[in-house]
């Protein structure tokens, strides 16, 4: 990576120690009291997340994150702060963003550090955000939780683009505060944390004024940004507490969230020994040589408990909400920290009796506050698979469990293998591997595109799909699999794996950027959504951007930037 | 530009010698005498298209064009068939593509040419194929001349890439042609003129399926190729000839075309003299210095023609065929020849009513062929200009033609300003300009993704949408203009020159790549399609791959493909 600058041996946040000092370790887990950079305020019905960047907390050394602005750290801490509100505080119907600055409510990703870091970092940095900031648009929409972003400051390129994850925005009215999107003007690159979509897509803003928008490095105040839709209100300093206490009440009062007890996010357990990573329910097993990972995904070992109070007691420990917390922490730390490893293996096994039984429960006890919100988690955890650069790969053998929840699994991959009977010389007595399709797959987990995986693997093919819906509830075998158009190949013992061994080395000896192009190509099939548009359209154009000289080399803006210096340009047009 | 290897110098195909030696000047003008690689047949209502592509006629030295494998010569032919199939054939009705060599239908873009390109050529060569293949799917679509791929040998990458454009695809099943998309596999980029789009969201090919295909560099036979949805049907040798004229037959019986007299595309006119470049109707100077080119659209001077018949009998002398060429030629030519020119600024002139008049001719006659194909190549020109990667702006003045199709030309641009009253010192007595919106603007001229301009500019504003539809039929002065929301601002003649200089002059100091990418962001609102798709999506990915190390490094795939080694690659997954 010839623009890497930055030397980040030292990066810290893992608690492990089982990477080498040349390769720092992200840690996606953290709490409350280990935060740096928010603080959270309780009151009733509604909270207050509350910006106040550590200038010197910065993940990565190298960079201060002056003017309330970020970088991974302070976007673990937010990722964490909205899944706590989500499960801890059952309460809580509207989230009120604001800053602990004065003048300034957030000023965006940190400059030095974009400059600074590789490609890939720039990339899954954008990617977490991303999908961060979607997740507030989630909560709003579906677990009654109205984010407010009070902009009692500026909000400038990130910030401005985290204000527009919200539902309502709210600018103060003080002479000063403006949002804007100095990103091109100022560093030649795009606002691609949704910020080019939300403004058009969302906002509804003319693409003229989100041209003026997006290259006036010094934005717009209040009446122009309301006049444009840019914002919702503006408010002065003088009722500020008060309006905005208002419209999180109003907000509020249109939320079924129902009080009560949280379920508390106690720490993940994980282990990491050498290359194999450990959950209670999903481990991983890295092989450096081949570049690959291989991911097993256990079933539930016990019934489902009695009624939905009866989850909520077991808490973190409800299996379906701690497979969500280990396939989250599972994708991101392997996209993180293991950008060699080019290739996920997922085997699922154990009593699909047990996964069926807890999806049954799942779905039975939907309008629960507390299942709702176990079954957006999959949804979103799901979702992360799917825009994860990496080539994802089913292997369905003897024993498997992939079944409702746990085929999402295979259908998210981009190839799913079945072994055709059994391993002759390793158990002859063994039962072939049988999937199962239900209503699951056909609903609940919607993909960014508002497809489900079934619907997205059978587009356009509306026979096909109503045939495999036919076969809902079905055991399929190897051939009943494959009539189904529910995996890619079934091939026996003496073949399989040799053609699992031979598509791995092919695998790896590909282009890891063609890879990527093309899977993210043949995911997202059919209809297009705001989400899709961001990971697809802005991500890929900002990525561009990212890579030329003229925002990356050494007189690219994005590295001059504060250097007193402009950046110099290739004017050609391409 | 730090790839570019081959001197460009000496690339010829203009005739006007007016380009210095070191910025060689590509034409997009041809006719079939001067076509070196296709030979077209005329059957009736069949027409065959056949490649031959001569090896040595390429458009820049430095690569043979081998095994029916294309460059930009090849593509602009390609073209320049599917307009004069349009306009010189009525009586064509089904337009059979196949291949004049021996086993090899065609090989795709040349490799070596892609090797030794820089960056802009590319892309913008890349953004041409696409748009020539888009031409393709809308002459079958709406101009009753459906396209069918006879593959009598194989088509490999682009080669397939143009079949999948057909409506429908042969295969011929001689035990050894095969479809394939080698490009991951063997050059490390991406099947980007259209390939992976249209084999998920057009073929319905499964996503792991698309997977195996599009990782495979040998591709697949009839046989799977047919299952898999990758081709309609294989055929013989033996019966190939009769097969394919009846599958042509076939589709010829549903065409309304009726046959009878063509219109010949004789010659554009055009004459470059420096930095100005002349049309009938069209005008454009450029001023370097400020990278940017002055265009103005003159409005007819005389009344349409009687009739439909009379249209005809105009022939490229009839308004809005010849606008429709001068505007296209003139985006080709200032997309491919003047990548310095970063701003295009448009100007409409002359009288109104005139341009009103023509345009209500051509929707009284949009039932005849020929007013049809005029108004589908408004519609492909004006898309043309949607995906041009360069900063439009309109300026509207007195004496401003603005209206109907012309007025598209400012929806189209990214910004719309307008001169309120009049120039005091130079024609005080001259009346302020108005701009008339007319049903043209809001179905006519669809872009990419299904809207009209007018719509894409109100999206997700439906009252703001109602209101404007309201003033159809109206002169709107720059009061009426702003409050309409046509416009983006207006200035009297103390601050508009003024403004508009400074404007310039900000736009020409951003980088010119993330320029390109918010254009591309702000201008496709809403909905996607298949092309939308194909320009977003797939083309950013592509041209992320293009600038990465892997593909176009010194040891990249794309530069090693030929030489015996194989790409290196940074394995990092981004």
Request: aromatic share 8%; charged share 25%.
């Amino acid at each position: 990576m010839s623009e890497t600058t930055i030397d980040r041996t030292g990066v810290v946040g893992g608690d492990e120690g089982a990477a080498p000092a040349e390769q720092p370790v992200v840690d996606f887990r953290t709490s409350p009291e280990q935060y740096k950079h928010f603080t959270v305020e309780y009151d009733g019905e509604v909270a207050y997340v509350k910006l106040v960047v550590d200038e010197q907390g910065g993940l990565v050394p190298g960079y201060e994150l002056k003017m309330n602005s970020y970088d991974l750290g302070v976007d673990i801490e937010l990722y964490d702060i909205g899944q706590r509100m989500r499960f801890e505080h059952p309460e809580v119907k509207a989230v009120v963003m604001t800053s602990g600055m004065e003048k300034m409510f957030c000023a965006g990703a940190n400059i030095r550090m974009l400059a600074g870091s590789p490609h890939s970092w720039k990339v899954n940095f954008c990617k977490f955000t991303n999908e961060t900031r979607n997740g507030i648009e989630d909560a709003t929409a579906h677990s009654g939780q109205t984010w407010i972003a009070a902009l009692n400051g500026s909000a400038a390129g990130g910030g401005y683009e985290l204000a527009l994850a919200c539902d309502d925005i709210v600018l103060m009215d003080d002479g000063s505060s403006t949002v804007s999107l100095p990103e091109v003007p100022l560093l030649g690159v795009l606002p691609g944390t949704g910020g080019l979509t939300r403004v058009v897509d969302k906002r509804h803003v003319r693409k003229d004024r989100a041209d003026l928008f997006a290259t006036k490095s010094e934005g717009y105040r209040g009446d122009t940004a309301v006049a444009w839709g840019l914002v919702d209100a503006t408010v002065p300093r003088n009722s500020w507490d008060e309006e905005i206490r208002e419209r999180a009440r109003a907000a509020a009062a249109t939320s079924g969230r129902p009080g009560g007890e949280g379920v508390t996010l106690t720490k993940l357990p994980r282990s990491i020994d050498g290359d194999t990573i450990t959950y209670d329910h999903v481990s991983a097993t890295i092989d450096r040589g081949r570049r690959m990972v291989d991911i097993t995904v256990a079933a539930p070992t016990g019934q489902p408990p009695a009624d939905a109070a009866a989850a909520r007691a077991q808490g973190v420990d409800y299996y379906p909400l701690a497979l969500a917390r280990e396939l989250d922490d599972l994708i991101l730390h392997l996209r993180t920290n293991e950008l060699l490893i080019g290739s996920w293996v997922f085997r699922a096994k154990g009593d699909q009796e047990l996964v069926l039984a807890h999806d049954a429960k799942l779905a039975e006890w939907a309008e629960d506050w507390f299942v709702n919100e176990v079954n957006l988690y999959l949804k979103r955890t799901l979702k992360r698979l799917d825009v994860t650069s990496r080539s994802l790969i089913a292997v369905i053998e003897p024993g498997s469990a992939f079944v409702g929840t746990l085929l999402e699994l295979a259908l998210a991959s981009d190839r799913q293998y079945m072994l055709e009977g059994v391993y002759e010389d390793v158990d002859p007595d063994a039962s072939p591997a049988t999937i199962r399709l239900t209503d699951v797959n056909d609903g609940r987990y919607p993909m960014g595109n508002g497809l489900t995986r079934l619907e997205s693997r059978f587009h356009g093919r509306d026979e096909d799909l109503a045939k495999v819906r036919g076969a809902k509830g079905q055991d399929l075998d190897s051939a009943g699999a494959d009539e189904a158009g529910l995996i890619t190949m079934a091939l026996d013992d003496i073949d399989f794996e040799e053609e699992l061994r031979i598509v791995l080395e092919e695998r790896a000896a590909l282009s890891p950027d063609s890879l990527t192009g093309m899977e993210s190509n043949h995911r997202f099939v059919g209809p297009e959504t705001m989400e899709t548009k961001i990971f697809g359209r802005l991500t890929a154009w900002q990525n561009w951007i990212f890579i030329r000289p003229n925002a990356s080399g050494p007189e690219g803006a994005l590295r001059r930037y504060g250097s007193g210096q402009k950046g110099e340009y290739d004017l050609e047009r391409v």
